[in-house]
């Protein structure tokens, strides 16, 4: 079952983490939690996206807008590292042959 934080939960959780700054980083489209009837739910990666953001933040002094260019930064490599394990699993799968060439190809690159 994957764990589910309140509001308030998430605050505790994330010690380095003001209520005002949560606002603020979901205003900005930094952290994305779920909404229900009582408010915002977060999910554990919430956790450490916020986390991070406050490491970002108050130890690098980056204001929100830096702080959107590198959160982007990390989501494009986070979905090219998806992309790329992908990647791996269909050659792994693929008949001998054709893995041996995929891999030949990708070595005179």
Do not use: N, W
């Not at 204001?63 to 260019?69: K, P, S, Y």
């Not at 959160?71 to 990647?87: F, G, K, P, V, Y």
Request: with cysteine; aromatic share 4%; glycine share 6%.
């Amino acid at each position: 079952m994957t764990e589910r934080y309140t509001e308030d939960e998430i605050v505790a959780t994330v010690t380095r983490l003001t209520r005002r700054q949560l606002v603020q980083f979901i205003e900005g489209d930094l952290v994305r939690p779920e909404r229900s009837g009582g408010g915002y739910v977060f999910r554990r990666v919430d956790v450490a996206r916020l986390e991070l953001l406050c490491d970002l933040s108050q130890d690098l002094d980056l204001d929100e807008t830096a702080l959107g260019i590198v959160i982007s930064l990390i989501d494009q490599l986070h979905a090219t590292r998806q992309e790329l394990a992908a990647m791996a699993s269909a050659i792994d799968a693929a008949p001998a042959d054709l893995r041996g060439q995929l891999l030949a190809g990708m070595k005179r690159r």
